[in-house]
């Protein structure tokens, strides 16, 4: 394996931290609680059996698209894999149609057709669960946006580590760099592929500074437990991709502190390991800063949590008695209404 | 009303020519499209016409570029990606089947997939196995594709234009050794509509059912048996799916026996299906067992000796029917 440093990008902490709203670093930390607790009640209802099929929970993640969204807009393109419900979150998807897409029912956001691993919003494409399929989808938004001469947006895709080497991704890339498209890809670096270590499924390290470099194009890598060097990061990737027109690609490295899917027990990881992880938490670190900053109190940030939980109690709630699909419309919906022209 | 004498991939050609100065949301997009006019010239001429933003080469990389395209689709723009050969789409099968024809029910209805994906189907002459695949019964499997195949140049305009008003994934099958045949179609603008078999011969005492090339076959296998006063009834699917059974079982309650004639391999073939349609539809009308003609299950030989063996042709055709009129 070609290994060699990360070269995280640089941002000032301070000189940051006084450029941000203090109200926008509030409002990141409640998404924060609202993601983590989602996946919190998520889990549980899937323990309850009220949630089929995988579970793919973003816990230990949350900075990257938290930071992502706050920085970047809900304008642009989104696409993520089936690791999605922080991203349907964050684009403004409401929690009880996402918890209610979790328990099948007709009231969830896809009409409980898509589950766990398709999310939708607005300007998001899903929600796409073939590890790597995804990313031409992404490409063709950053297609669209440059054929309609769309300024200022761009398509942004997540990917894990894993998706870094599939052909999809690297066909999309020569044919973004190719073409010029606005493409951001961010590969979430999470340590593993379900359970193969990063270091024994892709041949580099970095693995955006690497990759980039054969495509010509700009990488940047984030530390992605940390907000505020995400969100830095993306505001000057989003910058860049609209000047220059060019395709991005960045590595946030992180570690997700669940197992792959909800049925997988994670014994590759020590628990010694997985501790030591857990305590580099992306949310517990932007609490103290909030709190050291006295930007918020310790009640406030309990709060905080607690509506967060409530909401998604809630949510259970809605989805609970929320109406099944009628099996009589199974059929419906394979084909779109000829309203197009 | 003016008529014209044109070429299949003329007819192809003139569809995509028409629709795109409808609507600016249309682009063409594969390889050797543009600057090379065209593999098998059917966007001959259009990229001087339309310029590179519309009509676009890609490098050999199917599963980038129709994944990008259905992408497309689904942000607002209305793709007609060509397959050098079909056979080359199976490098971009997960972007078909994945993707195209599940998008729209998999996101409960918000993202639909306007796209035509088109280019030459099955064997051409010698080009082997790997070359010469038939993809109906493949593609034809996955719920969400409109699944159409011309035989002429008239169906061939109004069907594509029909396809690429539609709001859905279209699999538009072509025939290489077929792009030059010339038929008389109007000048004024008409289409085709989606989903509708055609009795393209009237006959009284069997029904032959086929699609694309192998109607040639079908219409010479007829005109053999006329001869004999045997009066064959030919009909054209030209959608594969949705199927028009209901023109294809008229015509077997008229004729109480059937052929069922397709270029593809037999086993979970297109006639496999048609064949189970008609027998649900039309069993206390048949008087013999259904017969099927279809690629024998070989990967396509080279050699042009087997090559003609295992594609149905005439006598093949002339075999079966003898056998249900039995």
Same mark, same amino acid.
């Given at each position: 394996m070609s290994k060699e440093p990360y070269h995280f990008f640089q941002a000032d902490f301070h000189k940051l931290l006084s450029s941000i709203d203090q109200n926008l670093l509030k409002d990141v930390l409640r998404q924060m609680f609202l993601i983590r607790n989602f996946e919190q009640r998520g889990e549980a209802a899937y323990q309850q059996g009220k949630v089929g099929g995988f579970y793919h929970s973003y816990a230990g993640q949350e900075a990257i698209q938290t930071a992502c969204i706050a920085a970047c807009g809900r304008d642009h393109w989104y696409t993520t894999t089936y690791r999605c419900h922080a991203l349907a979150l964050l684009l403004g998807a409401s929690p009880n149609a996402m918890m209610a897409e979790l328990y099948g029912r007709s009231t969830g956001i896809a009409k409980g057709l898509g589950g766990s691993m398709h999310m939708y919003a607005d300007r998001m494409l899903g929600g796409l669960a073939i590890v790597g399929g995804h990313i031409p989808i992404a490409s063709g938004a950053a297609f669209t946006i440059k054929y309609l001469k769309q300024k200022g947006l761009v398509s942004l895709c997540f990917l894990g580590e894993g998706a870094s080497v599939q052909g999809a991704f690297h066909e999309s890339l020569n044919l973004a760099a190719l073409w010029n498209l606005p493409l951001i890809c961010v590969i979430e670096n999470n340590q593993w592929g379900m359970g193969t270590a990063a270091s024994r499924a892709v041949c580099v390290k970095p693995i955006a500074e690497h990759f980039a470099k054969a495509y010509g194009i700009k990488s940047y890598t984030f530390d992605g437990l940390d907000f505020f060097n995400c969100y830095a990061g993306f505001k000057d990737a989003l910058n860049e991709c609209i000047r220059t027109s060019r395709p991005i690609l960045i590595e946030a490295v992180t570690e997700r502190f669940? #197992?792959? /899917?909800? /049925?997988?027990? #994670?014994?590759?990881?020590s628990k010694e390991a997985l501790k030591e992880t857990m305590e580099k938490d992306p949310l517990f670190r932007l609490k103290s800063v909030l709190l050291e900053e006295e930007i918020l109190t310790e009640e406030e940030c309990a709060a905080m949590d607690k509506e967060a939980r409530d909401i998604m109690i809630a949510a259970m709630k809605f989805a609970d008695e929320s109406p099944w699909?009628?099996?009589?419309?199974? $059929? $419906?919906?394979v084909f779109a209404p000829q309203e197009k022209i | 009303m003016g008529t014209q004498i044109v070429e299949i991939r003329e007819a192809l050609r003139q569809a995509m020519d028409e629709e795109m100065a409808r609507d600016s949301r249309i682009f063409i997009i594969g390889e050797e499209v543009a600057e090379y006019n065209?593999?098998?010239?059917?966007?001959?001429?259009m990229l001087a016409k339309w310029g590179p933003e519309r009509i676009i080469d890609t490098p050999i990389s199917e599963n980038g570029f129709a994944g990008l395209a259905i992408g497309a689709a689904q942000t607002g723009l209305l793709p007609i990606v060509e397959f050098m050969s079909w056979n080359f789409s199976f490098v971009a099968a997960d972007q078909l089947i994945s993707n195209a024809c599940k998008a729209y029910y998999m996101s409960g209805g918000r993202y639909s997939v306007p796209i035509v994906f088109r280019g030459p189907n099955g064997a051409a002459a010698q080009v082997s196995c790997q070359h010469s695949h038939c993809v109906e019964s493949i593609y034809g499997n996955l719920p969400g594709f409109i699944v159409i195949s011309p035989s002429n140049s008239y169906d061939a305009k109004g069907l594509l234009k029909s396809a690429i008003r539609a709001n859905n994934p279209v699999i538009f099958l072509e025939n290489e050794l077929d792009y030059g045949e010339k038929m008389e179609i109007p000048t004024e603008e008409f289409l085709v509509p989606i989903g509708k078999a055609k009795v393209i011969k009237e006959g009284r005492h069997v029904t032959l059912v086929s699609y694309c090339r192998m109607l040639k076959f079908c219409r010479e296998a007829s005109d053999i048996l006329a001869k004999k006063g045997i009066s064959v009834e030919i009909i054209d699917l030209r959608t594969i799916k949705p199927l028009d059974i209901a023109t294809v079982a008229s015509s077997v309650r008229k004729t109480h026996r059937c052929v069922l004639v397709e270029e593809?391999?037999?086993?979970?073939g297109i006639s496999a299906e048609v064949g189970f349609q008609i027998q649900q539809h039309c069993f206390d009308d048949l008087d013999a067992p259904l017969v099927r003609v279809c690629q024998r299950?070989?990967?396509?030989?080279?050699s042009k000796v087997l090559e003609k063996e295992t594609i149905p042709n005439t006598d093949r055709i002339l075999a079966a029917l003898t056998e249900v009129l039995r």
């Open positions: 669940r #197992g792959h /899917s909800i /049925s997988d027990p #994670g014994l590759y990881r699909p009628d099996p009589i419309t199974l $059929e $419906e919906g | 065209g593999a098998y010239k059917v966007t001959k001429g593809g391999h037999i086993f979970s299950e070989t990967p396509m030989p080279y």
